[in-house]
């Protein structure tokens, strides 16, 4: 019927809510060029990523590791975007911090876990990389 009722009597005039579901972003394979020509085939690195974001709150961040490239839930040691009690942000993030390790794909990954029903709404992805000249 739309309406919902508040724990223990409380009222409120402005209400987030919402389903979970697992939502995963993942960006095509990075082109950052290299010494030599294109970074496509060549090992690269992610040490860092700027996230542009728009009234969100959540999330958490990573890539895959080599041998996970098609396993969806692979987040490599996966960080939390935000802590839950910030409320809704709007610009962009502080540096997110990588883990270590090269690969041949170079993606990010961004993820709004089912257990985390809020908004995180991606408007640019700045990556930070080192590409490997062969």
């Given at each position: 019927?739309?309406?919902?009722t508040l724990p223990d009597g409380q009222t409120a005039t402005n209400i987030l809510l919402g389903f979970g579901y697992?939502?995963?972003?993942?960006?095509?394979?990075?082109?950052?060029?290299?010494?030599?020509?294109?970074?496509?085939?060549?090992?690269?690195?992610?040490?860092?990523?700027?996230?542009?974001?728009?009234q969100s709150l959540g999330g958490e961040y990573g890539t895959r590791s080599a041998e996970d490239i098609a396993d969806?839930?692979?987040?490599?040691?996966?960080?939390?975007?935000?802590?839950?009690?910030?409320?809704?942000?709007?610009?962009?993030?502080?540096?997110?911090?990588?883990?270590?390790?090269?690969?041949?794909?170079?993606?990010?990954?961004?993820?709004?876990?089912?257990?985390?029903?809020?908004?995180?709404?991606?408007?640019?992805?700045?990556?930070?990389?080192?590409?490997?000249?062969?």
């Amino acid at each position: 019927n739309g309406s919902i009722t508040l724990p223990d009597g409380q009222t409120a005039t402005n209400i987030l809510l919402g389903f979970g579901y697992d939502s995963l972003a993942e960006t095509p394979r990075i082109e950052a060029g290299a010494a030599d020509g294109t970074a496509q085939g060549k090992l690269k690195r992610i040490t860092g990523a700027v996230l542009r974001l728009w009234q969100s709150l959540g999330g958490e961040y990573g890539t895959r590791s080599a041998e996970d490239i098609a396993d969806d839930n692979a987040l490599e040691r996966p960080q939390s975007l935000f802590d839950a009690g910030e409320g809704l942000f709007t610009g962009d993030t502080a540096v997110l911090k990588f883990p270590s390790g090269y690969n041949q794909s170079g993606t990010v990954i961004i993820r709004q876990p089912a257990d985390m029903p809020l908004p995180l709404n991606i408007v640019a992805i700045m990556p930070q990389l080192i590409t490997q000249d062969r």
